[in-house]
């Protein structure tokens, strides 16, 4: 195909003039444009509040798209199910009794535990939900890993809150609009969560990878060496997450830098839980009017 | 009433649709990162960039030079990539394009294609660098992305062509 050299315009010099202005506006835009990646790329929350002002446009829409495929999807669940029920029966059947005895024994270990922490005085903080929602979007295109939630500060989500899905942590709450928030999740290259880990309560960090899996860090000094299975939970430490949810599992032999995968695997399907932040930063102090002598 | 009667050499006359039309398609395509998933590693092709490339390679005059500002901005908006990523890389492609119309007499499909993958490459990549830490390990699923995304350009620039249908040339 012929370029067509539509920057010739013709002879009449206010076309050309036309041609001109416009392509000094898209130099000038242009650098702007420049200006406001350099502004991003040194503070990635500024414009949060234009981001967020479009997600609340958008996010009904793939509510309503993912609502529309939660009923299609249903449809052959449901007939599997029907024909499947008296077997699933039986064998729930039996896995209650099988777990009788494990579940009286937790009760015990429960209420010992109780009594005990009682008996110490301990003062226990729990997570304080704030709403629940669904995750409708994420950012597909981006190499960062953000995902869109149907609720804001509306409904009492916060920057900084900790987000938690079914099965495990999600991320965490790091833009709010007025009905929907932006969630960093657990695997994006800016996300680091302080976990320990369960058998022996060893320290480390969670840094996502931007590819779908996970880094766990150790941060103690001896050489730690980690086995595949192993689950970390989130510490508690930093005061964001709770302690005790659980975060990643380890995916392969390796010593103090290894590789994981998330245990929760965000999906449209499941609610996400927001909480309060664990230990929220302190209020600011007050500033007091300072009396103004005059001499 | 019925059309009045159009002569073999004139114009088609032109709509406010068929004036939109592309800038309406590349936000569309700019949107399809609403689709309700939870996307564990950038795994879509930039679709909006893929057509404001293709309108442009098909037809120079189906935007005007300062459009990339205005539909790169409102990508930035929806596609999670630092703000203004998308107004310098997509009028940067335009004024490339533009150059290269300078020196080129001639474009067939092949050299659209070869023009169009430099583009997406460069926005990908320089969106890599402005979004995320320079020793994060997401090379590996940029690339796969950029391959994606230079893979699909056939079928977006067909889909403009046929959106395109109805356009008579001057």
Not at chain 1, 131 to 137: D, E, G, H, N
Not at chain 1, 154 to 175: A, S, T
């Amino acid at each position: 195909m012929a370029p067509s050299n539509n920057r010739r315009p013709g002879f009449s010099r206010r076309a050309q003039y036309g041609v001109f202005w416009s392509y000094v506006f898209a130099v000038a835009g242009m650098l702007v444009g420049v200006i406001l990646l350099a502004l991003s790329y040194f503070d990635p929350s500024t414009f949060g509040a234009a981001r967020t002002a479009v997600a609340e446009v958008t996010a009904p829409v793939s509510s309503g798209l993912s609502s529309v495929g939660r009923t299609v999807g249903a449809v052959p669940n449901g007939i599997g199910s029907y024909f499947m029920i008296h077997d699933q029966n039986i064998a729930l059947r039996k896995q209650i009794a099988d777990d009788h005895a494990v579940t009286m024994r937790a009760r015990a270990i429960n209420y010992e535990n109780r009594r005990l922490k009682a008996l110490l005085g301990l003062r226990e903080r729990i997570g304080v939900p704030v709403v629940s929602a669904r995750l409708v979007s994420s950012s597909p295109t981006s190499t960062r890993r953000f995902a869109i939630l149907n609720a804001g500060s509306w409904q009492g989500v916060e920057r900084g809150q900790p987000v938690l899905g079914p099965d495990g942590l999600i991320g965490q709450v790091v833009e709010a609009g007025p009905n929907t928030a932006r969630v960093l999740l657990l695997t994006d290259p800016e996300s680091s969560v302080p976990v320990r880990r369960t058998r022996d309560g060893l320290p480390a960090l969670a840094v996502g990878r931007g590819d779908g899996l996970i880094d766990i860090r150790s941060v103690s000094n001896a050489a730690a060496s980690f086995a595949p299975a192993e689950v970390f939970v989130t510490s508690g430490a930093g005061g964001v997450y709770p302690p005790n949810i659980p975060v990643a599992k380890i995916l392969r032999h390796g010593r103090d830098i290894v590789l994981a995968e998330a245990v929760m695997r965000p999906n449209t399907l499941d609610f996400a839980l927001v909480q309060r932040a664990f230990l929220p930063a302190p209020p600011r102090p007050v500033a007091t009017p300072v009396a103004v002598t005059k001499p | 009433m019925r059309a009045r009667h159009r002569g073999p050499f004139e114009e088609a006359p032109e709509t406010r649709l068929s004036r939109l039309l592309p800038a309406i398609a590349i936000m569309l395509g700019s949107c399809v990162t609403i689709w309700p998933t939870i996307a564990e590693f950038p795994f879509l092709p930039p679709v909006g960039l893929l057509m404001l490339l293709a309108w442009r390679l098909i037809r120079a005059d189906a935007l005007p030079i300062w459009a990339p500002l205005a539909l790169g901005l409102f990508d930035d908006l929806v596609s999670g990539q630092p703000l203004g990523l998308g107004i310098a890389t997509w009028t940067m492609c335009f004024f490339m394009i533009d150059m290269i119309d300078e020196r080129l007499m001639f474009r067939d499909f092949w050299q659209n294609w070869l023009i169009a993958a430099g583009g997406t490459a460069f926005y990908l990549v320089v969106g890599r660098l402005t979004a995320v830490r320079f020793g994060a390990p997401v090379d590996t699923v940029l690339l796969l992305q950029v391959l994606a995304s230079i893979m699909l350009f056939p079928v977006i620039s067909l889909l403009c062509a046929w959106l395109d249908r109805d356009y008579e040339p001057a």
